[in-house]
């Protein structure tokens, strides 16, 4: 039906501006105070520096229009795993950074000029408030760098990440301790990783869902009243053909979400094929 295609097209739209809100004051803080990192490997790091930008993901992965990702400060265990293919977070990965205190020459810049800046940026609100740029994202004007990220452990015993010391990049490879290798292996174990990995998909189709709810119960309604006005009779309208309709318009939301979810999958596995074949940068790391 072309009213169900359209609605179709247009639910990414719809689902980008609900889910994509202003920056909240509190985030703005810790973002000036932290930074914002984005994570990718160290060739496309590499590359981003060098061209001076930031390239957006793909539509799928932005819900909408393509938009750029970052993490508001040093990137937790547990949104690395909901955020990021697994092929880029092992015991080290890298990012490049944005400083907001300081201007591209590394200048000081007040507080007030870094929340202007931060006024083009948005707070993803799923489960992990992961910041988004729409678009391509310049780096010429901002105080970027590349930075060596490491898995380690706090003084509670929890994994977070952190920069690597000038020590730890002059000695080379990072040697994890035998704790954290051991708290990895019964996360793995425990198969906790790949739960996390598949929440952020299941956060698109709730969000599809209840969009889709919305926009049937509409359609269906208006159908109904239309009937209803054309019928001469006082004949009730046919329950099996709305029925009908209403699991092909289910069938398609399913084949959709489905399909996309592929998508997700295969990313995460082609991930390292794709950098060879892109030599700009690839920035479809983030889920």
Known sequence: MILETFIAINSGIIASKMIHTKIEEQMNEEIIENGLYHVTS????????????????????????????????????TDLCKNVASSSTSY???????????????????KEKAKQILSNFRQRSLNDDS????????????????????????EKGNI???????????????????ELTKKLNMEKNNNLMKNMIKSYPNEIIHTYSKIFSKLKSFVNNRKMKTNLLN?????????????????????????????????????????????????EQSD???R
């Open 131 to 154: 910041i988004t740029y729409r678009g391509k994202c310049n780096l010429k004007d901002k105080c970027a760098t590349k930075v060596q990220m490491v898995l380690d452990l706090d």
């Open 92 to 110: 080290e990965f890298c990012a490049v950074k944005i400083d907001l205190k300081k201007d591209a020459n590394s200048n000081e810049i007040p």
């Open 231 to 279: 019928e001469s009779s006082s004949t009730l309208i046919d329950n099996q053909n709305v029925d009908i309709n209403k699991n092909s318009f289910n069938d398609d939301l399913h084949k959709m979400v489905n399909q996309d979810n592929d998508i997700t999958v295969s990313l995460g596995n082609e991930n390292s094929k794709k950098i060879e074949r892109d030599k």
């Open 284 to 286: 479809d790391t983030y």
């Open 160 to 178: 977070i990440s952190r920069e690597k010391t000038k020590a730890e990049i002059e000695n080379g490879k990072y040697i994890p301790s035998d």
């Open 42 to 77: 160290e060739e496309n790091a590499d590359l981003i520096l060098e061209s001076g930008y930031i390239k957006p993901s793909n539509n799928f992965i932005s819900l909408g229009r393509k938009k750029c990702y970052f993490f508001a400060g040093q990137p937790s265990y």
